[in-house]
């Protein structure tokens, strides 16, 4: 099992918009092959800091996520609202 941690800033005034569009967006990452689990977490103190943890069965279907149109088309309506390059970790259990 593979477990990605996404750390995302966020522009201030897209908190909202990438709050509602994570959440959309939500149920067809889970349902993705390989994908069993996913959250988006917002820091305490620093609420334009967002964190998404995902569970994935390999690196493979990790990759092949990644690879995806699905992903590419919300990763390019996403990056729009960053105000730093994500930073990233893949992590076994």
Known sequence: MIIRFVKLEIHPEHILDFKTFTSA????IITFPGCSHLEVLQDVNNPSV????SHWQSENALNQYRDSSFFQ????KVKLWFTAKPEA???SK
């Not at 967006?25 to 067809?28: F, G, L, N, Q, S």
């Not at 088309?73 to 390019?76: E, L, S, V």
Request: aromatic letters at 26%; hydrophobic letters at 40%; proline letters at 0%.
């Open 73 to 76: 088309t919300n990763w390019k």
């Open 50 to 53: 967002f964190f998404t943890v």
């Open 89 to 91: 970790w893949s992590l």
């Open 25 to 28: 967006e939500k149920e067809d």
